[in-house]
């Protein structure tokens, strides 16, 4: 891959820069999540549990990505689809609020707004998702004077999004057409069948964001060098979240390993979504491979220190305090792949 294009991303005419509306337009899913927190044991059938605490907060990983960007600092425009309900109206609410374009948010008359429900349980957690709304999403939905006038285009949620899903290809090479940087976390299969289709989308992806079991699977590979090597070798950046681990990525032949930060976390989910808001906060504006690494992993930690993906991100004095104390922390080595 040209390295130029990832420091550049998303270059074209001077005619349709002027015309730029957003930084960045994601194509995702939307739902709220109820989070039981601390499970005192795993859910059984016919058992009943109790969650030490509750909490109602936005969820999907697009939305999670998508605010988070917006608190960082980017533009941000969002397409997708909700429900005719209360459910519905608030998710539009919230990120109208934190400054997202939900001009092209869609009410879906037939079905309801997704949900998500997810317990914790020691340092694990389980989720039950009810799709709704989600699966409704086509490319025909799709804006593409919106999305010619954005210089990136990231989705999440792959294998959720059934309805769009069939017309990834074609989505991710008219983007590519459009001179957008491009970007896909697919999440986690509920299938699991991790089909081979994926692999002719990733030819049209600049940056492709699994974590590590995800890049695995996907791969069908047992270590995650092997599934680096084969994801990366279709043209894309593969950038592994790795947990405590840090993260792994490899673009062409080099591999680069980045730390983690040792916090407290109150609440993990989102950790993912939110690194990816950092990465590609400092990718869409060009910084060096190493400070988008950097920058993902410091948001991805922040954002444990609050339940939920995105309550973290209302005090934003307190994260330029952290990334401040962190950044010195994350320790970014680089090697050739041999």
Known sequence: ??????????????????????DIVVVGELNMDIIMDRVNRLPEIGKERIAKNMSITLGSSSAILASNASSLGLSVAFVGRVGNDLVGDQIKQILGGRGLDVTNIITSEKVQTGLTFIYTFENDRGMVTYPGAMEDLTIKDIDWKQVQASRHLHMSSYYLQKGIRPDCLELFKRAKALGLGTSLDTNWDPDEKWGDELFEILKYVDVFLPNDAEAKLISKKEHLDEALALLSSFGCTVVATCGSKGVTARTDDTVYHASAIRVTPVDAVGAGDSFNAGFLKNHVEGRDFESCLKMGIITGAYS??????????????????FYDKAKSQITVTKNSAG
């Not at 891959?1 to 005619?15: E, V």
Request: proline letters at 2%.
């Open 1 to 22: 891959m040209d390295t130029n294009k990832l420091n550049n991303p998303g270059n074209k005419a001077d005619s349709v820069a002027k015309e730029q509306i957003s």
């Open 304 to 321: 444990t220190l609050k339940a939920g993906g995105t309550a973290a991100f209302e005090d934003m004095d307190s994260f330029h305090k």
